[in-house]
């Protein structure tokens, strides 16, 4: 009964692979933006930041379906990215990764942008009276106090794109092999007649990959966290 068949465990390597492309492709904009909203004051501040969270309380069916307009063979963007470099992502397992890193991106900044926002400043200040740049303050100074918001942010990402439904499904379609994750697998063995047992299979299996996204990350951040202590004691 526990377990799973060839495409059940297709479906759960495909997850895997979305979430982790979908953080790896979006943490360095997520990193610049969260410094953005939470370092610099420009006109407009409050229409990015509402913008960047949009995904957060819309439908992911509506994002999944500004993907397609956007991102689609004949969208203003995806046909270009067609003609220019040979690249789609409408109905590939790569738009997936689009889809969940989208929806997954107001988690992941807003993480990384707490943590910022607590991190004293007077330090970065200090690096600089001793010859540092800007730039290098920033990355030998100010990341690695950030460092536990970025984790948390980068595993609440994995997590949710792991689990994501309505823009993934809108965006990409159901196609077993291609584009079917974890739950997209799971909705089509409800509708199917004696779906239950793969059904609870893939529940369990999901269940399980979330539990272990959240607990490596508070392992990290508290492992991360005692690091920095020992190191400023």
């Known amino acids: 009964m526990f377990s799973l068949t060839p495409l059940e465990t297709e479906a759960m390597e495909l997850s895997l692979r979305v979430g982790f492309w979908a953080v790896l492709g979006s943490l360095p904009f997520g990193l610049a933006v969260a410094w953005l909203l939470a370092r610099v004051e420009f006109p407009g501040r409050t229409i990015v930041n509402g913008i960047v969270h949009l995904p957060l309380v819309l439908p992911p069916v509506v994002v999944g379906y500004l993907l397609l307009v956007l991102l689609g063979r004949n969208g203003p963007i995806g046909s270009l990215l067609h003609d220019w470099f040979g690249w789609t992502f409408a109905f590939t397992w790569q738009g997936a990764a689009i889809a969940s890193a989208v929806v997954a ?13 607590l991190v004293d400043r007077r330090l970065e200040t200090a690096a600089r009276t001793l010859g540092a740049t800007r730039f290098d303050a920033f990355w030998s100074v100010t990341v690695p106090l950030v460092l536990p918001g970025i984790l948390t942010g980068a595993v609440l990402a994995f997590a949710r794109s792991i689990g994501e439904f309505g823009a993934t499904i809108t965006f990409v379609s159901n196609i077993p092999g291609e584009t079917q ?53």
């Not at 739950?183 to 409800?190: E, F, H, K, M, Q």
């Open 105 to 117: 991106f107001p988690l992941m900044v807003r993480a990384i942008r707490l943590g910022l926002e």
């Open 181 to 233: 994750t974890l739950p997209l697998a799971l909705y089509t063995a409800t509708q199917s007649p004696g779906g239950d047992e793969a059904a609870l299979r893939l529940v369990l299996v999901s269940c399980i990959l979330a539990f272990a996204a959240l607990a490596a990350s508070e392992l990290l951040a508290r492992r991360v966290k005692r690091r920095l202590l020992g190191e400023g004691g």
